[in-house]
């Protein structure tokens, strides 16, 4: 019986592992070297087979937006070709359920590490980046967006050292944690209401 229920065990772990890793169409060192035309093709690749489909029409358009944020952006690229899937998501009005299930993916993999290889790990901790930075304007707001910020920050995840070196290997990047980063965002916003008073006050003096 203990043998069976091991053999079990190991069986969910590398079906898992196998099958989220799968989710990704890339991982973040591979989406680094694409350039705009190379990633503009993705996009409209995946609006295309979007298109076609007679069912599940957003699921190529979740592939392609998990890439788009996966992808490093010190280039600021996101804004120049995530136009296209947002607003066919939104006319299936599928949006913030996609970002919502992008979110708890990258979440659910973060906190099950040991099923990820490090590369993984750090692309979905770029992905939940990105994604903290795109939203960060509208997080003061009680909204879709803050509530994404709180998800994230409630989950308490911890990056492995592995991924910690994977990254500073690849990228000569430190990483923080994406709940911390959220966190951060969080109490900015929380505190900005009550400071900017006191702000103009000192300005008048």
Known sequence: MNKSNFLLTMFAVMFLGGTAHAGLLFNYSQLALKDLDQMNQLVSDKVKESKKSSSGKAVPLKEALQAVYARPNDDEMIEKVVSPLR??????ESWEKT???LTDEAINALKNPRAFKPVVQVTYVIFLENLL????PHAKNDGFERKIAERIRDAKIEVTKD???ERKLRMMKDTTSPSEIAGSILAHKNETPSEKPAESAASEQ
Do not use: F, M, P, V
């Open 87 to 92: 607003s066919n998501l939104d006319e299936l």
């Open 99 to 101: 970002i919502s299930q």
């Open 133 to 136: 930075a795109e939203i960060k």
């Open 163 to 165: 991924a910690i070196s």
